[in-house]
């Protein structure tokens, strides 16, 4: 798995501290990695940007920025505004490419959710994982409504024959609800892969060496963690 692409439900779901957490998780085992983030919207020049976060949370790693573009709106949308180039699914490929030719595993965030659009041509991330027959994570939230938004995601990745490695909750509560609980088990089923770990709320204020030592019980073996769906079901009350 030389380069994942990370995506989620939605924005603000929690996709660059899930991708932070790979990172960390992959580093702890020894292996090389690069963070590519496609499009940084909504951060002036000279700001840290996703890319700039996950290297603080997880630590010594490649971070790549392909463009940025002040508003936070869709990467189309704020390159039209902001008249400047917009980044084609193509380059997207092709950055991921050079960076796996020298990293062990090369982490790919997308802005927003799987369709959002990149260029005036309707461009997405989902594109460039099917150029890079790259396998998908899907961040989700915890609570009402990720069921919908998951399985949507799920049955896009799958349409388009792409690998859906698997599900993270990006953000789960320290007191879960009824519909929260229940999710950990429905999950899954509908997103037809895994859950492959849950992060909880407030993980990305911790400091970053207590983040790093603590990523790896937030996110199952695939992901280089010891994160257990079933214990977490236990100790969670999301038997239900
Ligand atoms: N587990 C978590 N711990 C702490 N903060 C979190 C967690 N999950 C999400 N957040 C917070 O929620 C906000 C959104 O998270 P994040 O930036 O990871 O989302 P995103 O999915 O990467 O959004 P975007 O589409 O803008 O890239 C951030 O302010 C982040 O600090
Ligand atoms: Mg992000």
Known sequence: MPI????????????TVTTAAVAAC???????VAVLKAAQTGVAPGEPGDAAEVARLAGALTTAELARYPEPLAPGTAARRAGLAP???????EAAQKLAAEHDLVLVEGAGGLLVRFDEAGGTLADAAQSLRAPVLVVATAGLGTLNT?????????????????????SWPDSPDLASRCNVTDLPEVAGA?????????????PPAAFRVAAR????????????????????????
């Open 150 to 170: 998951t399985e949507l995601t799920a049955r896009e990745l799958r349409s388009r024959g792409l690998e859906l490695l698997g599900v993270v909750i990006g």
């Open 194 to 206: 895994p859950l492959l770990g849950a992060l909880p709320a407030g993980s990305g204020a911790l």
């Open 87 to 93: 980044v084609r699914p193509q380059d997207v490929v």
């Open 4 to 15: 994942l692409v990370i995506t989620g439900t939605g924005t603000e779901v929690g996709k």
């Open 26 to 32: 992959a580093l702890a085992a020894g292996r090389s």
């Open 217 to 240: 019980g937030w996110l199952a073996p695939r992901l280089d963690g010891t994160w257990e769906a079933e214990a977490f079901r236990g100790r969670t009350g999301s038997q239900v």
